[in-house]
């Protein structure tokens, strides 16, 4: 990848709808995806494979996974996220590859979130990747939530989440997310952890989940940039939030996310008034939807006058 290129996850389809009550059709779900990889977005977690009981909106993660593997959507690499052995062996069952792991590096909030001491859920990702013997193409990232600060213990010292990366590294796994659950993080410090984790894992790919909760994910997605991440996920319409975190609040908007990176010149490949389909399709859906993003909100600048190499005052001249 270029450097002044970034990779935007649409997590929409699973974060953000992971705390909506309300059951919204599959037919609905599909829809979505096909009018969000219609934008240009070229990653995208579709659904997640956990238990219906505790995330009933989620009972038809088979179903979606087959629909949008059926469509075969050219350019857009599709996974799901799991929270265990059975939600990976069920997510390979429906043809889905791709998997995210869900874990906390803090102990009480994954005992909260999937009920496992992070002891259980290593034990558990292992037996994952051992299923690579059956299905060869499976590919496992590591997804680590409350990097950035716990609901339950506070800040978390980056040595914590390092330990976990060191022994994801040992399981041979090369893709990895780090995520600020309930928005605790701060730009310098996403700056530190992510130099960090580059300096000592230069062959893994990272990527950052970042919530706005307080109005910084922005902000910490860009300083995530600058050491050197390239994989930002981002919610439509700034929707998502963990139920089982107090105090989630949702997503970086992607259209805030893909507004700020191309206004710098950061190639995200995706066409703002196409994205926007998606979020004004989605109010016809669920009409009480309560988005949180500048630019659904105000739309982006029309261009004043011809755009030049250094005519940033003259484009944007309101
Ligand atoms: N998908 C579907 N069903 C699952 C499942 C999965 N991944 N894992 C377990 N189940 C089912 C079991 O079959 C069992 O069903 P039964 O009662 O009909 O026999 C039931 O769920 C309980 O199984 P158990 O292994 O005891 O799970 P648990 O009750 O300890 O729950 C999790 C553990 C991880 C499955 C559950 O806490 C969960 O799904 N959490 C979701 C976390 C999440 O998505 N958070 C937001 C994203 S970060
Ligand atoms: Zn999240």
Redesign the pocket.
């Known amino acids: 990848m270029k450097t002044d290129e970034v990779v935007i996850r649409e997590v929409m389809l699973r974060d953000g709808l992971?705390n909506i009550p309300e059951f919204i059709p599959t037919e609905a779900k599909i829809e979505l995806f096909r009018l969000i990889a219609a934008s240009g977005i070229r990653n995208m977690e579709i659904t997640?494979?956990?238990?219906?009981?505790?995330?009933p909106q989620f009972r038809d993660a088979a179903q979606m996974a087959q629909s949008v593997l059926r469509m075969k959507p050219e350019g857009v690499e599709v996974s799901a996220?799991?929270?265990?052995l059975?939600?990976a062996q069920?997510a390979l069952e429906s043809g889905m590859h791709k998997v995210g792991f869900?874990m906390s590096v803090s102990e009480s909030h994954n005992i909260s979130?999937?009920?496992r001491t992070t002891a259980e859920s290593m034990d558990e990702l292992k037996k994952i990747v051992e299923l690579k013997e059956k299905y060869p193409d499976l590919d496992v990232k590591a997804g680590m939530?409350t990097v950035f600060g716990c609901p339950f213990e506070g800040r978390i010292k980056p040595e914590v989440t390092l330990g976990f990366i060191r022994r994801f590294y040992q399981l041979g796994l090369r893709h990895m997310s780090m995520a600020d659950t309930v928005g605790f993080g701060n730009p310098r410090e996403v700056k530190e952890m992510c130099r960090l984790c580059v300096t000592e894992f230069p062959d893994v790919t990272f990527s950052i989940h970042l919530h706005n909760t307080r109005g910084l994910g922005l902000a910490n997605s860009l300083a995530a940039y600058e050491v050197g991440i390239r994989i930002h996920d981002g919610a439509v319409g700034g929707l998502g939030g963990?139920?089982?975190a107090p105090g989630a609040k949702g997503n970086t908007s992607t259209e805030d996310l893909v507004f700020m990176f191309q206004e710098m010149g950061v190639e995200t490949g995706v066409k703002m008034d196409a994205l926007l389909e998606a979020s004004r399709y989605f109010q016809k859906v669920k009409k009480d939807v309560r988005y949180s993003s500048s630019i659904i909100e105000v739309g982006v600048p029309v261009p004043k006058g011809p755009i030049t190499k250094d005519g940033y005052e003259q484009k944007w001249n309101m």
Do not use: D, E
């Open positions: 992971q997640s494979f956990v238990s219906p009981k505790a995330i996220l799991v929270p265990n059975k939600g069920l869900v979130n999937v009920r939530a963990c139920p089982f």
